[in-house]
């Protein structure tokens, strides 16, 4: 009896997180809505400097949202984008990368500095209000939510996918969560060509 009890939980918890997946993936709005990615916010980067929607101008740039608690996906994503640095070498000098803590009341600006300092001097580090991380969240069809743990303690489930985007704030493309290194490098070489 207590073996079918521990399937039915089991089958319980990989259904709700298909769920959780699911509906993740259907609050991250199409890129070919009118007005993808465009919106108006202010917030800080890890050294304290105001920065707003014109941060993408100027450069191609890799956008990820995640937070530094975060257990798997973002300490992976951040190795990739290390290694992507790493592998374009100077042909990727033009590239900017920039990670959104969508978890503002832990992800100080020191705190941020801290974690994305070890990956790349191009990575920035960017918080702000919940109020103004939620216009970003919004303009970019970011799915975020916060899921509690035991006690006092959360958790975070967001989007997990890398944004590309041009020298004008465009967006371009996507890399998905853990996709093939050769294709990743791809995508960021014909983001670098366009811009």
């Given at each position: 009896?207590?073996l079918?009890?521990?399937?039915?939980?089991?089958?319980?918890?990989?259904?709700?997180?298909?769920?959780?997946?699911?509906t993740?993936?259907?609050?991250?709005?199409?890129?070919?809505?009118?007005g993808?990615?465009k919106?108006?916010?202010?917030?800080i980067?890890q050294t304290?400097?105001?920065?707003d929607?014109?941060?993408?101008?100027?450069?191609?740039?890799?956008?990820?949202?995640?937070?530094?608690h975060c257990p798997e996906v973002?300490?992976?994503?951040?190795?990739?984008?290390?290694s992507?640095?790493?592998?374009?070498?100077a042909?990727?000098?033009?590239?900017?990368?920039y990670?959104?803590?969508?978890?503002?009341?832990?992800?100080?600006?020191?705190?941020?500095?801290?974690?994305?300092s070890?990956?790349?001097?191009?990575?920035?580090g960017?918080t702000g209000?919940p109020?103004?991380i939620a216009?970003?969240?919004?303009?970019?069809?970011?799915?975020?939510?916060?899921?509690?743990?035991?006690?006092?303690?959360?958790?975070?489930?967001?989007t997990?996918?890398?944004f590309?985007?041009?020298?004008?704030?465009?967006f371009?493309?996507?890399?998905?969560?853990?996709?093939?290194?050769a294709?990743?490098?791809?995508?960021?070489?014909?983001?670098?060509a366009?811009?």
């Amino acid at each position: 009896m207590a073996l079918k009890s521990i399937r039915i939980w089991l089958w319980g918890a990989v259904a709700a997180l298909g769920l959780t997946a699911i509906t993740g993936a259907m609050l991250l709005r199409q890129p070919d809505q009118a007005g993808f990615g465009k919106g108006v916010y202010s917030l800080i980067d890890q050294t304290g400097k105001p920065v707003d929607q014109t941060m993408f101008a100027g450069h191609p740039s890799a956008l990820f949202f995640g937070f530094t608690h975060c257990p798997e996906v973002c300490p992976t994503t951040m190795a990739e984008m290390a290694s992507w640095f790493e592998t374009l070498g100077a042909d990727g000098q033009d590239l900017r990368a920039y990670f959104v803590s969508i978890d503002p009341e832990r992800d100080t600006p020191q705190i941020l500095g801290d974690y994305v300092s070890w990956v790349s001097d191009r990575i920035t580090g960017v918080t702000g209000t919940p109020e103004e991380i939620a216009k970003i969240a919004k303009a970019w069809g970011i799915y975020y939510q916060k899921v509690p743990l035991d006690g006092a303690d959360y958790t975070m489930d967001h989007t997990a996918s890398v944004f590309l985007l041009d020298a004008k704030g465009e967006f371009q493309g996507t890399i998905a969560y853990r996709e093939d290194q050769a294709t990743a490098l791809q995508k960021l070489r014909n983001l670098l060509a366009k811009s």
